[in-house]
């Protein structure tokens, strides 16, 4: 075991008894019932090697892992500003399970988190001027979120804050990745129109998990970047970013300290 989880009895996934009934249940949920993809929960507490299994037993469409570690955080309490270590961990489980599968991006969840907060927007540009999540190493196995059941919702563990939330969610609609949107935000807080404009933006500018990102401005209290320079984004409360965006784009959606330009 890579870690205890108290939530559920221990299952001897090296038993090839259990291999077999297991796959067989997958297999028999996808093909009688409908499930198209598996979410791998607590998937830090068994091997790789146990996923890749169950993967190339069941070949599902689709498949996302949860490795929730901690960032790492300096003496002021504050997550460091170079996580690599930590978004490498992500990617190191993508490939030990044949690389087919996904990983939730908890490296950029928790770097937006504490950008908005802190009011440290230069946080979201790496050292090689990247995105410094997992976004940044390995865009087409990474699943995006703001929040889901276990850091916001009804547990509320890691929430992030109510006022920055479309902030996140024009974070991860306009660049890489595969974003995912919680059920809570867009049908309960109201934030259903806003959501789905951003949704209708990615779509119609055929941005992807693969897309390109050209960060723009990184500072404090600003943060731009140009996605597949068909759209830019902007996060951040100065709203000095007229500079940075060429004439040919027009505003396709703003709002509280967003906006986000297309091309025409």
Not at 160 to 179: A, R, W
Not at 188 to 217: C, F, H, P, Q, Y
Not at 242 to 263: Q, S
């Amino acid at each position: 075991m890579a870690g205890d989880f108290n939530g559920a009895p221990d299952i001897d996934h090296l038993n090839t008894r259990v291999q077999g009934e297991l796959s067989d249940w997958m297999n028999w949920i996808k093909t009688e019932i409908g499930f198209d993809g598996w979410r791998f929960d607590f998937a830090k507490g068994y091997s790789p090697d146990i996923t890749k299994l169950y993967m190339g037993n069941t070949r599902p469409e689709f498949a996302v892992g949860e490795i929730w570690n901690p960032l790492s955080y300096g003496s002021d309490g504050k997550p460091n500003y170079d996580q690599d270590g930590h978004r490498r961990g992500l990617t190191e489980w993508v490939k030990a399970v044949g690389g087919s599968a996904t990983a939730f991006d908890f490296t950029t969840k928790g770097i937006l988190q504490a950008a908005l907060v802190e009011g440290e927007l230069w946080r979201l540009k790496d050292s090689n001027g990247g995105p410094p999540g997992m976004i940044g190493l390995m865009q087409e196995n990474v699943v995006t979120f703001v929040d889901n059941h276990d850091t916001g919702s009804t547990q509320k563990r890691l929430p992030f804050p109510s006022d920055k939330v479309m902030q996140g969610y024009v974070y991860i609609l306009t660049h890489p990745g595969i974003p995912s949107i919680i059920y809570d935000h867009f049908f309960d807080w109201g934030l259903k129109e806003e959501i789905s404009k951003l949704a209708m933006i990615r779509i119609k500018n055929g941005i992807r998990a693969s897309s390109t990102v050209r960060i723009l401005a990184s500072d404090p209290d600003l943060y731009v970047a140009a996605i597949d320079d068909k759209i830019i984004a902007k996060i951040g409360p100065r709203y000095e970013a007229g500079h940075l965006v060429p004439t040919n784009f027009r505003i396709a959606t703003c709002g509280n300290d967003y906006v986000v330009w297309e091309k025409q």
